[in-house]
């Protein structure tokens, strides 16, 4: 009996933790790999001014304190995943930007099967400087030649793009450094904690189900009783001794004399 019940520990563990981690492998797994320059272009539509200029620039980067990452990445399609969550699982797996700064930036580029999808997906240092309305309004300054069937146009706007990024984060090179390192601690602190107390909780219920339906009629009977009479002289004797506590000290006061009463 008691193989068998660790047997179905296992079994729900190994199950739970398959929902939770199963999908992210397989997310990953459909993410090309972290490229050695710092742009990829599986479609063939930057060209080769665009690239050298965006290897300059991040090579400029590099000595500079702030020290943040402006990584470009086309890709053919996002293989049905919405665009904005594969713009932040790339650029999370690309690792891009300094990790205690996270300072880093993605320009994606999904063809889409001519949707033409632009997302620029900033790490945490850089959001105020880049936030989402400075964001949506340089992709909106370029949206004519991003969203063009002609790649020297396309080709155009991305370096655009780019080009109004490097200038924001030029003007404002400060960055925060110090609350992501901390969000990224307590999360990976926090977050096995948590899944810990949701699945020793549901094995916990799932045990006590699994006992109370293994008992006859007359045990579940017996076990209510028992528990009903203890809970009861718990309450009885927190009672009694709750009583003497606040009823036996009367007389060690140091109370006020007795003033006069009125009576009719």
Known sequence: ?????????????????N????????KAATLPSSPRSFYYDEA?????STQQL?????????NKSHAPQVVVAVVNSTGG??????????????????YSKNNGVLILYALNNGERNVVIQVGNGLDNQLNASKRSQILEDNRTNLKSTDSLLVNQGIQQTFNSIT???????????????????VFQIVAPIIIFIIVASAVGIWLTVKRYHSMSKQEFIRDTRRRNLWSYS?????????FDDHFSGG??????SAGGSSDI
């Not at 008691?2 to 739970?16: E, P, S, W, Y």
């Not at 929902?19 to 397989?26: D, G, K, L, R, Y």
């Not at 995943?81 to 797996?93: H, N, P």
């Not at 007389?251 to 006020?256: E, M, T, W």
Request: no cysteine.
């Open 1 to 17: 009996m008691r193989k068998k019940i660790k047997l179905n520990i296992v079994l729900f563990v190994a199950i739970l933790f």
């Open 19 to 26: 929902a939770i981690a199963w999908p992210q492998i397989v």
């Open 44 to 48: 063939g539509l930057l060209t080769d």
């Open 54 to 62: 965006i290897e300059n620039k991040n090579r400029q980067y590099k």
């Open 81 to 98: 995943e919405q665009v904005g969550t594969y713009a932040r699982d790339l650029f999370q797996s690309w690792r891009i930007g300094d």
């Open 167 to 185: 200038q924001v984060i030029d003007e404002n090179p400060s960055t925060s450094s110090a609350s992501p390192v901390v969000k990224g601690i």
């Open 234 to 242: 718990r309450y009885r004797n927190y009672g009694d001794d709750h």
């Open 251 to 256: 007389g060690g006061g140091s109370g006020g």
